[in-house]
Structures are given as C-alpha cells and as structure tokens.
C-alpha cells in the first residue's frame, strides 16, 4: 500500500531543505499534487492529507475528477491544451501552465470573456527541446508576452518549462537556471497586465533543483502517488 500522507510529508521536507540551500529559493513554494493516471480514491487521500493543489495533464482526466474530488482544491492544467478542448476546462482550471501559442490564447479569450472570467495561465517554455510540440522557444517568448497584453480575459502570471527528461542529477539546473532569467527580464519589460509572479519547474526527479534554481511551484507525482502504470 502506498502511503501518500508519509510521501507528502517526505516531499515537502525536501522542499524545506532545498529552500535552505541556495539564495534563489523562493519563501513560498507551491507543490502541485500531480495526479494524472490515479484514481479518485488516492487523491481524496492526499487532499486529507494536506494537499491543495492537484495537477492533471488531460483535460478530460481533470473534468471527470474534478466534481468527486470534495474540499478546497485547486486544479492545475500541467499538459498540452488542444483548441477544442478549452471549452471544457475553462470553468474549473485555477491555473493552467501550458499557454504555448496564439490560436490557443484566442480560443481561451473568446470562452473566457463568454463567462466572464479571467483565466491565470504560465506561458510554456521549451527549453529541453524533446518535445517539439509544446512550449514556444525561448526567442518567442517576449513577443508571445507582448501580445497578451491584449488578451483581457487571460492573465499571465509566470513561466513554465519541462525539464529534460533524459537528464541525470546536476544536468537539470542549466534549464531552470535559463528560465529563471528569462522571468527577470521579462519583469523588466514590465509589461502592464502580465505578472511574473510564478516559475513552475521541478518534477519528482528533479524539483530540489528546481527550487535552488527560483522555481515556486513544482509539480510532482510519482514521488507522491507512486510509479504511474505507463509514461505520459
Ligand atoms: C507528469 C507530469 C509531471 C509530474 O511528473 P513526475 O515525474 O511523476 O513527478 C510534472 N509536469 C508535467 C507537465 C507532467 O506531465
């Protein structure tokens, strides 16, 4: 049997030890619960046991948890977001952290305007370039930025980057380092209606790196809920 309240409380020591160690550590971090592939049961497990904020990488996965799923929670949009599936999510994703492009950002503003809501969301930034599909690349970034000034019903808050997968250790950091500077300079574009209050980066392999790195929200699950029964 797993013992999610024990892995919460493990992963929340690292956190506590990896802010010890490095000047960049943010004060407040925010630990997204991912909980992609489990069931129902294990995440009512994790909320009672301290857990706000539950991270689903399919839109379809979330909507169907997201009503069985009693207490304070949040739910974090963390994977790839297919246009014609914004109209499912738009209503229930505090923040979603895979804003990568335009089309995207225009379906979000037509369905979030139609409700009248105001959607947070952390541009993806592909800086481990394995996936081609996700994340703009780092020389689009301040663009892509400027031009949601103009999207009322979206509100940027920060940065998110995947780490490389294939990495090991220590190999990490350079990316989290690069994101970290990118969030600096685009807070010196200071740019009206965006805030660059967030870098999401760090999954179980890698989020104590993440963290020295300036990372203030991680995402983690399998260190949490267990191995996943297949890789997403
Ligand atoms: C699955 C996933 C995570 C969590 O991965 P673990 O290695 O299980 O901690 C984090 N971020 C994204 C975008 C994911 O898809």
Same mark, same amino acid.
């Given at each position: 049997?797993?013992?999610?309240?024990?892995?919460?409380?493990?992963?929340?020591? +690292?956190?506590?030890?990896?802010?010890?160690? =490095?000047?960049?550590?943010?004060?407040?971090?925010?630990?997204?619960?991912?909980?992609?592939?489990?069931?129902? =049961?294990?995440?009512?497990?994790?909320?009672? #046991? *301290?857990?706000?904020?539950?991270?689903?990488?399919?839109? +379809?996965?979330?909507?169907?948890?997201?009503?069985?799923? &009693?207490? &304070?929670?949040?739910? @974090?949009?963390?994977? @790839?977001?297919?246009?014609?599936?914004?109209?499912?999510?738009?209503?229930?994703?505090?923040?979603?952290?895979?804003?990568?492009? %335009?089309?995207?950002?225009?379906?979000?503003?037509?369905? #979030?305007? #139609?409700?009248?809501?105001?959607?947070?969301?952390?541009?993806?930034?592909?800086?481990?370039?394995?996936?081609?599909?996700?994340?703009?690349?780092?020389?689009?970034?301040?663009?892509?930025?400027?031009?949601?000034?103009?999207?009322?019903?979206?509100?940027?808050? *920060? %940065?998110?980057?995947?780490?490389?997968? #294939?990495?090991?250790?220590?190999?990490?950091?350079?990316?989290?380092?690069?994101?970290?500077? %990118?969030?600096?300079?685009?807070?010196?574009?200071?740019? &009206?209606?965006?805030?660059?209050?967030? %870098?999401?980066?760090?999954?179980?392999?890698?989020?104590?790196?993440?963290?020295?790195? *300036?990372?203030?929200?991680?995402?983690?699950?399998?260190?949490?809920? *267990?191995?996943?029964?297949?890789?997403?």
């Amino acid at each position: 049997m797993i013992d999610i309240a024990a892995n919460l409380k493990m992963v929340q020591e +690292q956190i506590g030890r990896a802010q010890e160690n =490095s000047v960049h550590a943010a004060k407040y971090i925010k630990l997204v619960a991912v909980s992609k592939t489990k069931p129902v =049961s294990l995440l009512k497990e994790a909320v009672a #046991a *301290g857990a706000h904020d539950l991270g689903e990488n399919k839109v +379809q996965e979330l909507v169907e948890k997201f009503d069985l799923v &009693p207490g &304070p929670v949040s739910w @974090h949009l963390i994977g @790839h977001l297919q246009t014609n599936k914004v109209k499912y999510m738009i209503d229930k994703v505090a923040l979603l952290h895979s804003l990568d492009r %335009l089309e995207l950002a225009r379906e979000i503003q037509k369905r #979030a305007a #139609a409700k009248n809501i105001v959607l947070p969301a952390l541009v993806q930034v592909n800086l481990a370039k394995e996936d081609s599909k996700s994340g703009l690349m780092i020389e689009e970034v301040k663009d892509f930025m400027i031009a949601m000034q103009d999207f009322a019903n979206i509100h940027v808050e *920060g %940065l998110m980057t995947i780490g490389p997968l #294939a990495a090991r250790g220590e190999e990490v950091r350079p990316v989290f380092r690069q994101l970290r500077e %990118l969030k600096e300079q685009i807070c010196q574009m200071q740019l &009206p209606k965006s805030e660059m209050k967030y %870098l999401s980066m760090g999954m179980s392999g890698d989020y104590p790196i993440a963290i020295e790195e *300036g990372a203030n929200i991680v995402r983690v699950g399998s260190a949490i809920f *267990g191995a996943r029964n297949y890789a997403i």
